[in-house]
Each structure stands twice: as C-alpha cells, then as structure tokens.
C-alpha cells in the first residue's frame, strides 16, 4: 500500500481544512487507517483513526468534537475534517495504514505517507 497526504495549508484560528489520504494498492480496503501528526521539536502523536469498514472511528481527546475521519474504500481515499482550528494544530498530518486503526503508538502501522502541512495562524 502507497498513501500519498494532501490538502495541507495556511489557515486562521477557527477555520477548516480538509485532508486527503490517496492510496494505491490491491489491499487497501482491509486496513485501518490513522491520522498522525508531528510539530517542530515534538513526537508524533495519535489523531483519529478509522477501521476498515468505517464503522469504527477513534479521536485523539485534544481533537475530539472538531475533526472527524472517513472513508471511501471504491476511491481509496480517506479524509481528515478539521474544523475549529487551533494554533496548537500546526504540524506535518501523516497518513498512516495497517491492521490497526486506533493504536496510537506509529510503530503499529505498516505504510505511511509523506506528510502535508497545517499551519494555523492566531
């Protein structure tokens, strides 16, 4: 499985933005899919997550209630919502995939993709 991130950008404080995760690969369908991201000087951490039939989803508590994650297993694409932007939600966004969807340690995920910048102005 390949992902490749985009929809990155500059936004203000409370705006939206919305990500896209495009995959390639005959087995995609199967696998859960995380959202990761990492700031300058920080680990990379957890952000949503979404099994492999979209029935399950899971949100890091700092995102809960302004990102929402979903799915599209015909486009082999899944997205990232993100409204009510902080400043504290710039970072590189990483597409992730593997047999888990809500582990959020990165090692669990097997394929990544390259990762799309957020920058959220106050």
């Known amino acids: 499985v390949q992902l490749q991130a985009s929809g990155g950008g500059l936004v203000q404080a409370g705006g939206s933005l919305r990500l896209s995760c495009a995959a390639s690969g005959r087995v995609f369908s199967n696998k859960g899919v995380a959202w990761f991201r990492q700031a300058p000087g920080k680990e990379r951490e957890f952000v949503a997550g979404?099994?492999?039939?979209?029935?399950?989803?899971y949100y890091a508590d700092s995102v809960k209630g302004r990102f929402a994650v979903s799915r599209d297993n015909m486009k082999k694409m899944v997205d990232l919502q993100m409204n009510s932007l902080k400043p504290e939600d710039t970072a590189v966004y990483y597409c992730?995939?593997?047999?888990?969807?809500?582990?959020?340690?990165?090692?669990?995920?097997?394929?990544w993709g390259q990762g799309t910048q957020v920058t959220v102005s106050s």
């Open positions: 992730a995939a593997g047999a888990y969807w809500s582990r959020t340690q990165s090692h669990e995920y097997d394929y």
């Open positions: 979404i099994s492999w039939n979209s029935r399950s989803t």
